[in-house]
């Protein structure tokens, strides 16, 4: 079965720094899709970034990257220099081939960027 | 624009009330999801539909019904049966259900059984 384990339940961070959100998953599949996800206060989940097994390069979108680590099982989140409005909770989800596109998500991490 | 919308944005429901929460997509998405969010908690899947007239269980349907028989609408109902029902209701679309496909959620339904 999957599974997705983010070990940080609350990280900060300065406003302008760097920040490494981890996750880990667990499958014997080898095809599937890593995806991050935000979710302000607001509720809404606001998709960020994905990687697909196959991908030879790490994803990146803007100030998001993904640090893909196949052999390790590994999928953390870097955000680059920090803003007060990337306080939120991140969520770490996958798919994998042949299950309807059902995504696992992680527990989630909260992340507070400090002024 | 395209996107999701549901709706309410709140809803307060009687025990022993069935209600349902509304959900629609205009990105011409074939499948259709319904997820329950408890506070603190990540999201655990209700039921999802891949085509119209087709809609599969998740990992918590009790308690839950759905119906899809327009392509943009996936309503969700939650009958008096389901023992816990206030949480936070996501709705969220695909493209298709291969594993690269993203789902896009909407902004969700609070809904509150007093």
């Known amino acids: 079965a999957q599974k997705i384990t983010q070990t940080q339940p609350g990280m900060f961070v300065q406003e302008k720094e760097a920040v490494t959100l981890d996750c880990t998953y667990d499958?014997?599949?080898?095809?599937?899709?890593l995806f991050w996800y935000k979710q302000p206060s607001s509720g809404e989940m606001i998709f960020l970034i994905y990687?697909?097994?196959?991908?030879?390069q790490n994803a990146t979108e803007g100030r998001y990257s993904l640090n893909f680590q196949k052999a390790r099982k590994s999928a953390n989140l870097v955000i680059s220099a920090s803003q007060l409005g990337d306080s939120a909770m991140y969520f770490c989800?996958?798919?994998?081939?042949?299950?309807?596109?059902?995504?696992?998500f992680g527990p989630g991490t909260r992340l507070s960027v400090l002024p | 624009d395209g996107g999701i919308t549901q709706s309410p944005k709140y809803l307060f429901r009687k025990e022993g009330q069935n209600v349902t929460l509304s959900c629609e997509q205009n990105l011409n998405h074939d499948a259709m999801y319904w997820y329950r969010q408890d506070p603190g908690q990540g999201l655990r899947l209700i039921y999802y539909?891949?085509?119209?007239?087709?809609?599969q269980k998740g990992d918590i349907a009790e308690g839950y019904s759905v119906s899809r028989e327009k392509k943009e609408s996936f309503p969700l109902t939650v009958t008096s049966a389901q023992k816990n029902p206030t949480a936070f209701y996501l709705c969220?679309?695909?493209?298709?259900?291969?594993?690269?496909?993203?789902?896009?959620f909407g902004p969700g339904t609070r809904l509150t059984v007093l």
């Open positions: 539909s891949q085509i119209v007239n087709d809609f």
């Open positions: 499958t014997s599949d080898p095809s599937y899709g």
């Open positions: 990687q697909g097994s196959y991908d030879q």
């Open positions: 969220a679309s695909s493209p298709g259900t291969d594993f690269e496909d993203t789902q896009y």
């Open positions: 989800a996958m798919t994998r081939r042949g299950y309807g596109q059902n995504f696992v």
